[in-house]
């Protein structure tokens, strides 16, 4: 029976006084206060005093700036804050840093998310349906700032540069005019109103030959009767010769 009890009582007795180790632990650190991980908030604390102006009371515009730039401030601390988590987060589990630092951080986060809702509330109290898109409005307004600044910041990083290492002309660049393409002469207005037909070649007429004149004897010339190629039968009978073994019947009735 004694060995029984002996380790019930030495359990009973270890995790009684874990009990009260964590009970006065967890009461130490909730009244203990942390350090604040954002800077007073004087975009907020502007807009309250603008609230409990009465004499005279402030114009609702001004308020409404003020509300803006109050969002514009919490969308850049919960930038922050998102930037910030994962590397704390990792470096609290290797040990780099203390418990204090993950408080403030989970301490700011919950005040960021009260500070929205009632960012929101203001926002619709003023306009209905404002408080869905003031911090869009807000979160681009925050880069306006941004790429304003970095514009005003050329000429003085200019002249650094230049004291730096000294100031050099620009390398000037010759730009070649781009090539005109060649234009299509016009035709002109004559031709344009009444074009000419081209005339085509007339074929030469055939030399008129001399029509054949016969001689007194019936004979005609050798050249006419060449160059025409036809002969009458006169001519055929009177030019054709006749056969020196044939004589005629003249001769032979004689």
């Known amino acids: 029976m004694a060995s029984v009890l002996i380790p019930v009582l030495y359990v009973f007795i270890v995790f009684g006084s874990l009990l009260v180790f964590s009970y006065f632990y967890r009461r130490r650190n909730a009244r203990k206060v942390y350090e604040a991980y954002f800077p007073p908030h004087h975009e907020r604390d502007v807009y ?24 514009m401030t919490d969308v850049t601390r919960i930038i922050r804050l998102r930037e910030d988590k994962p590397a704390l987060q990792n470096l609290l589990q290797k040990g780099s840093i203390g418990d204090d630092l993950w408080n403030s951080l989970l301490a700011a986060e919950k005040e960021m998310e009260a500070e929205i809702l009632e960012v929101a509330a203001e926002a619709n109290a003023y306009v209905e349906g404002w408080g869905t898109v003031i911090f869009q409005t807000a979160t681009e307004m925050m880069h306006n700032e941004k790429m304003r600044s970095l514009v005003e910041q050329i000429p003085s990083i200019r002249a650094e540069a230049e004291r730096k290492y000294g100031r050099s002309a620009l390398p000037k660049m010759a730009v070649e005019p781009a090539p005109q393409a060649p234009s299509t002469p016009q035709p002109p207005a004559a031709a344009t109103l009444a074009p000419s037909t081209p ?13 054949s004149a016969k001689s007194p004897n019936g004979l005609a010339p050798p050249s006419a009767g060449a160059d025409s190629g036809t ?24």
Do not use: C, H, I
């Open 48 to 71: 309250f005093s603008l609230m409990q102006m009465s004499d005279p009371p402030a114009p609702e515009s001004l308020l409404k700036a003020a509300l803006v730039r109050r969002a």
């Open 199 to 211: 005339s085509t070649p007339s074929t030469p007429s055939r030399p008129v030959t001399p029509s």
């Open 231 to 254: 002969f009458s039968d006169s001519d055929r009978s009177v030019s054709t010769p006749s056969s020196p073994r044939s004589p005629s019947k003249s001769v032979s009735q004689s």
